[in-house]
DNA sequence: TTGTACGCGTTATCAG
DNA sequence: CTGATAACGCGTACAA
């Protein structure tokens, strides 16, 4: 077994000083050709590469970034990943991934292991647990550490920080109206539980659209469904009870489910119904009908946020500016709706 | 902003010295009731946590586990490292995710990255790159160094460490088995070229359970898709120039691809054609109809590894006793078989 | 041109 | 009971 290899060793070997060995490996003018060559050649004869954890104690810079997600089993979120890793590694940071769970003692547990020195910073969305309790002193003594944060799709006004959103708002508002252009008349928004930020400003949107096109909001169709996982029931209840012509979704899982169930008692998509899902995933591109959806653009999120936690970490000025960045979703049409 | 308190401070500001402050905090009997009361106290008013990158020097032990996977946008990826995570957290180890991206290129610059002291263990599956290059010595130095590396689902023969994969054989012969069982004479095989590990094996067991019932392996129903993404093209012609009445796919996306376009040239499924496709992911559970699958048990795969992997790091025995830990698939019927 | 000394934060050993 | 010292691996200001 070849142990890795240190300065010191090399040292040894070469009958140096580590401090020579040092300098010649990063080809100093203090040290003559000679020495250096002899050094660089051994060097690369051994494979010498620093030890990360020396170099991070030293300039007290992991080159790590820790990102927190709710649930690694979840497209967005993946793009997410994806797109901090991207561009992470263009700047030489590794992605220390961890899963809350949706759990606030998980999130508070994960936060701490990686604020004691793993990490340069922070990027994050909240879990529904954290946002339903409403409880943010994790994240604002981390922030008061001086570790850079950024909160991304799950946020919450009560921590300052930089944020990467997209405009939940338009993209339900966009959604709604083009149900609405297609002359539909009774549209239902099924939603989760209001305290999850992204849904709330979802419904804000639809009820936007509704109004500036003169329609009444009315409350019988909104289906506010309980925690994922059991969808059939509050699906038949709320379809047996209410006739509609139009179904927002705020995911694709509740989209596929609303089809479905639909299609079971005979109604035909798009003709009878038209359907729109938020989260551009793989159910909707493979959805029978496909299903028109609102693309959130994971991987630029993760990407515009990789790229202002990095420059925030760099720059270490103390500056509290913040910057709150909010991407515009996309509507991508398929065969749910009408062309 | 407060900044991190150290040993140094907490020393400082109680006149005593560091290491009297470090034995206090561990309760040490050295240290007078009087004294570590005093210091306990004051660590616990500012919060003091010992930095991870000092001990990960001093005990040259991270606990960091690295996780090199092809792709994060993947069902079956998520779901390993979601098992990955679950165990080493409760070992009070991260998890560092790295993108190889099916590159070799980064699946190198990745694991040099993390090997020089970032991590005290890989977990990885190999990429497709890697695979049809079949090169493999960035693993072999990794081990050389002696640090433990485990493999799962794309493996390969020719490194030396402990693996765990699920019976892709069974897996395939457990499906042809119920196609053959359902009466259906022309299977089809839906796979991708035969570098991939994974692949191979799913044909073996595929032309397996053929052989053993007697039936006839016939290449014209072998279907090698090129690289994913233009499923239309090469569905057409194949399902055009052969007549089946059921087809194995290795992955989801082959699967509902192929339901759709035999479904809109006017065949039932799975009256006319019975499928199955392997990962049990969301498609499977939400394609219409439903899609009966081999389950691979991911999370369980990540669980396993973790657990293999964090029993090395922390034996440190010299001893070169890999493991293959084979797990067993799991068929999963739903609507596009018969009962 | 090379080497010494110190510091990053911690722990362990040994001396007082 | 408490403190000084060395060590983990590296980089660098300063001394030789």
């Given at each position: 077994?070849?142990?890795?290899?240190?300065?010191?060793?090399?040292?040894?070997?070469?009958?140096?000083?580590?401090?020579?060995?040092?300098?010649?490996?990063?080809?100093?003018?203090?040290?003559?050709?000679?020495?250096?060559?002899?050094?660089?050649?051994?060097?690369?004869?051994?494979?010498?590469?620093?030890n990360n954890i020396a170099i991070s104690l030293k300039?007290?810079?992991?080159?790590?970034?820790?990102?927190?997600?709710?649930?690694?089993?979840?497209?967005?979120?993946?793009?997410?990943?994806?797109?901090?890793?991207?561009y992470a590694n263009t700047k030489g940071y590794n992605?220390?991934?961890?899963?809350?769970?949706?759990?606030?003692?998980?999130?508070?547990?994960?936060?701490?292991?990686?604020?004691?020195?793993?990490?340069?910073?922070?990027?994050?969305?909240?879990?529904?647990?954290?946002?339903?309790?409403?409880?943010?002193?994790?994240?604002?003594?981390?922030?008061?550490?001086?570790?850079?944060?950024?909160?991304?799709?799950?946020?919450?006004?009560?921590?300052?920080?930089?944020?990467?959103?997209?405009?939940?708002?338009?993209?339900?508002?966009?959604?709604?109206?083009?149900?609405?252009?297609?002359?539909?008349?009774?549209?239902?928004?099924?939603?989760?539980?209001?305290?999850?930020?992204?849904?709330?400003?979802?419904?804000?949107?639809?009820?936007?659209?509704?109004?500036?096109?003169?329609?009444?909001?009315?409350?019988?169709?909104?289906?506010?469904?309980?925690?994922?996982?059991?969808?059939?029931?509050?699906?038949?209840?709320?379809?047996?009870?209410?006739?509609?012509?139009?179904?927002?979704?705020?995911?694709?899982?509740?989209?596929?489910?609303?089809?479905?169930?639909?299609?079971?008692?005979?109604?035909?998509?798009?003709?009878?119904?038209?359907?729109?899902?938020?989260?551009?995933?793989?159910?909707?591109?493979?959805?029978?009908p496909s299903l028109t959806a609102i693309d959130q653009?994971?991987?630029?999120?993760?990407?515009?946020?990789?790229?202002?936690?990095?420059?925030?970490?760099?720059?270490?000025?103390?500056?509290?500016?913040?910057?709150?960045?909010?991407?515009?979703?996309?509507?991508?049409?398929?065969?749910?709706?009408?062309?």
């Amino acid at each position: 077994m070849k142990q890795k290899i240190t300065l010191k060793h090399i040292a040894k070997e070469l009958q140096v000083s580590i401090s020579t060995v040092s300098k010649a490996l990063k080809n100093s003018e203090e040290i003559s050709r000679d020495t250096k060559e002899k050094i660089q050649a051994f060097a690369k004869l051994y494979n010498y590469k620093p030890n990360n954890i020396a170099i991070s104690l030293k300039n007290k810079r992991t080159k790590n970034i820790g990102v927190i997600i709710p649930d690694i089993v979840h497209h967005f979120f993946t793009t997410v990943v994806r797109g901090v890793e991207k561009y992470a590694n263009t700047k030489g940071y590794n992605v220390i991934v961890c899963l809350s769970d949706e759990s606030f003692d998980k999130e508070v547990i994960n936060m701490e292991m990686l604020a004691n020195g793993s990490i340069d910073g922070f990027i994050m969305s909240l879990s529904s647990d954290t946002q339903l309790k409403g409880d943010y002193n994790h994240l604002k003594e981390v922030i008061e550490q001086g570790i850079p944060m950024l909160l991304f799709d799950r946020i919450t006004n009560e921590v300052d920080c930089d944020k990467v959103i997209i405009d939940d708002q338009m993209g339900a508002y966009l959604a709604t109206q083009k149900l609405i252009d297609e002359g539909r008349k009774k549209i239902a928004l099924v939603t989760t539980e209001d305290y999850l930020s992204v849904s709330r400003e979802r419904k804000t949107g639809f009820v936007r659209a509704l109004k500036d096109n003169h329609m009444e909001v009315q409350e019988q169709y909104i289906l506010q469904m309980p925690t994922m996982g059991m969808e059939e029931k509050p699906f038949k209840n709320f379809f047996d009870s209410v006739e509609v012509d139009a179904v927002l979704c705020v995911n694709e899982i509740f989209a596929i489910s609303g089809m479905r169930y639909l299609k079971s008692k005979g109604k035909r998509i798009p003709e009878d119904v038209s359907f729109i899902g938020f989260t551009d995933g793989l159910l909707s591109k493979y959805a029978n009908p496909s299903l028109t959806a609102i693309d959130q653009h994971g991987e630029k999120m993760g990407e515009a946020a990789a790229e202002i936690l990095i420059e925030k970490i760099e720059s270490e000025l103390e500056e509290p500016s913040f910057k709150t960045k909010i991407l515009s979703p996309t509507l991508i049409e398929r065969d749910s709706t009408i062309n």
